[in-house]
């Protein structure tokens, strides 16, 4: 489990916004919330088109992927780094309210 923990550290992982920002809402829904609001919250389609907001401003505005020599954004490519980093912060904020939930008991 440390050897885990560890390897998030050391490859940098953990450093991404998208992912911190899983990790810490994750930890708060597991602290604060009950299982019932939670599910309510999980069911609501307002919070997908945030995270996905979020994630996609994130992408255009700090890392923006450029075509070969620099000079085009390769759209794309970008739009994928936004898909995957909304599908990171969904893996960071259910993965870290089962840490949670594996260390309470």
């Known amino acids: 489990m440390f050897k885990g923990i560890i ?3 050391t490859s940098g992982a953990i450093f991404n916004p998208l992912v911190l920002l899983g990790i810490i809402s994750g930890f708060a829904a597991v ?8 599910r309510d919250i999980c069911g ?3 919070w997908y088109i945030g995270v996905a907001v ?3 401003l994130y992408t255009i505005v700090f890392a923006k992927i450029y075509k070969e020599g620099g000079d085009e954004v390769d759209w794309s490519a ?3 780094l936004a898909v ?3 599908v990171k912060y969904f893996m960071a904020f259910f993965l ?3 840490f949670v939930m594996l260390v309470s008991f």
């Open 7 to 9: 390897a998030l550290f």
């Open 31 to 38: 602290i604060k919330l009950k299982p019932e609001q939670i």
């Open 44 to 46: 609501d389609e307002r």
């Open 54 to 56: 979020v994630a996609l």
């Open 78 to 80: 970008t739009l994928g």
């Open 84 to 86: 995957w980093n909304f």
């Open 96 to 98: 870290s309210m089962s």
